[in-house]
């Protein structure tokens, strides 16, 4: 194991031109990086643009998989083959800049009861995304998220809800329930204490039970609000909006039942099952429409 180095994971299906962009970027970092890049079964031809582009370094590795395995059996594969001291995942449609690997690092290094850190994300515009920062999605957050009640937590934090509002000044660094899967940065003695990802969840929800874990054993969890990174959110998930609804339900379900104190009462199970699944039947003429929209795109 490598000290100081971070292991830079990035698990690419079909994502286009963003993972040569996101490689480029990474390698542009002023911290000691390696990049190890998992291809789950990419049939785009970026991979292979990948290979003509970066093959003579020897700090790009890339590992394939026959199959798209999922996100979270794809992160393990390719840390297990790290050499750093400390992991990050990323996603493909992420844009980072030269300094964000060493600031992300300077935290977790200077905080020796984290486990995991993130940063801010944003949209092209500069938009926070939520998911950067959040609480467990417990049911009775789900709840007031869901009703409208949550509007009402400065007066009531019991009617909190899944999303964490946006303070008027952001401290540099917070803690938080749990970050985004996008961005994702521990070391890696701490991932291996808590087994890697759950590859049970195949796409979404992951994160949120790895952050949850590492909880549970003992170490924090931070976002690191004065570090921005440009999230494009998808880029391969939008040609496949029904096959992303369908795992991302099975993820909540997966998550509620194993974290959720809500799921030990058997009607609440039932009803929460049902909830989850109607959500996804609703949302399935959505998502044809969506897909038949991009495939008139040119």
């Known amino acids: 194991m490598a000290t100081d180095l971070t292991s830079v994971v990035i698990v690419a299906a079909d994502s286009g ?10 390698l542009a970092s002023v911290a000691p990086v390696e990049i190890i890049v998992v291809d789950n079964d990419s049939r785009d031809g970026s991979i292979e643009r990948l290979v003509a582009n970066f093959s003579r ?5 890339i590992l394939y998989n026959a199959t798209n395995v999922g996100f979270g059996a794809a992160c393990n594969r390719g840390a297990a083959e790290a ?6 995942f990323l996603n493909p449609d992420c844009r980072i800049a030269a300094d964000t690997i060493a600031r992300l690092r300077a935290v977790l290094d200077g905080a020796t009861h984290l486990g995991v850190v993130g940063a801010l994300q944003v949209d092209a515009q500069g938009r926070i995304d939520l998911a950067s920062r959040r609480r467990d999605p417990l049911l009775v957050r789900a709840l007031a998220s869901a009703s409208g009640l949550a509007r ?3 007066r009531w934090p019991a009617l909190a809800g899944v999303d964490m509002p946006l303070p008027e000044s952001l401290p540099e660094v917070e803690a938080v329930d749990a970050i985004s899967g996008a961005l994702m940065l521990l070391p890696r003695a701490v991932f291996e204490a808590v087994g890697g ?13 790895l952050c949850r874990r590492v909880r549970d054993a003992g170490w924090g969890v931070a976002c690191v609000d004065a570090v921005r990174v440009i999230h494009g959110k998808g880029g ?3 040609r496949r909006p029904l096959f992303v609804a369908w795992h991302k339900h099975r993820g909540m379900w997966r998550w509620f039942a ?5 799921a030990r009462n058997p009607v609440l199970r039932a009803m929460v099952w049902c909830g989850i699944w109607a959500t996804f039947v609703v949302c399935v003429p959505l998502r044809l429409l969506r897909l038949g929209r991009i495939a008139r795109t040119p």
Do not use: I, M, N
Not at 17 to 26: G, I, K, S
Not at 57 to 61: F, M, Y
């Open 17 to 26: 031109e963003d993972v040569a962009a996101c490689v480029a970027d990474v």
């Open 57 to 61: 370094r020897h700090d790009v590795r």
């Open 83 to 88: 050499r750093g001291d400390a992991v990050l």
């Open 152 to 154: 009402f937590t400065p």
């Open 197 to 209: 990802f759950d590859e049970g969840y195949f796409l979404h929800c992951e994160d949120l039970d």
């Open 236 to 238: 391969s998930s939008r």
């Open 258 to 262: 194993k974290h959720d104190p809500a």
